[in-house]
């Protein structure tokens, strides 16, 4: 029942639901990682708020470039019969990996205004950080406002579907 009424249904539904977790997560993770980097600021701060929108496209882009390998990663681990909460959180685990190596260059780049070397030669020092306060936000905030706007629209729309159909 979980799998129905907490996640999306169809393209429309996952169009919310990425947009849904993208604007929570990018204006959450992007400020933290530009402070823990620059310093703990308003100026700094400021500084990765201007970026966002920017941010935002790239993460979008590149979760349905990886929307396809998270899954085949997510069905390697959980088997039939998982429950909800299983498969959710190694669904996310494995999103946020693929992402975070992916962001933690790009993201630099997009931040930075310039392509260096700079993130590939610092990742191992970098990525950790940055994978650890996205699979924070992801598991704790973004993704479960997610499944709740998802289940009060399904709620919503199967009720009208309920009404229409008892017309």
Excluded at 139 to 155: D, K
Aim: charged share 15%; proline share 4%.
């Amino acid at each position: 029942m979980d799998f129905h009424m907490k996640l999306p249904r169809g393209k429309r539904e996952f169009a919310l639901f990425i947009a849904v977790i993208s604007v929570i997560s990018v204006n959450i993770i992007a400020p933290l990682i530009t402070c823990f980097e620059m310093g703990f600021s308003l100026a700094v701060w400021g500084q990765a708020l201007r970026i966002i929108p920017f941010v935002w496209l790239a993460v979008v882009a590149l979760v349905l470039l990886t929307y396809k390998p998270a899954e085949w990663l997510t069905h390697r681990v959980v088997s039939d019969g998982d429950s909800f909460r299983a498969v959710v959180t190694v669904n996310i685990l494995c999103t946020v990996l693929l992402l975070s190596v992916l962001l933690t260059v790009v993201g630099t780049w997009i931040g930075g205004r310039h392509i260096s070397l700079e993130p590939i030669t610092g990742f191992f020092y970098k990525w950790p950080r940055n994978f650890a306060i996205s699979l924070g936000v992801e598991l704790l905030i973004a993704q479960p406002v997610a499944r709740l706007v998802m289940l009060l629209f399904h709620r919503r729309t199967d009720a009208k579907a309920e009404r229409a159909g008892g017309r």
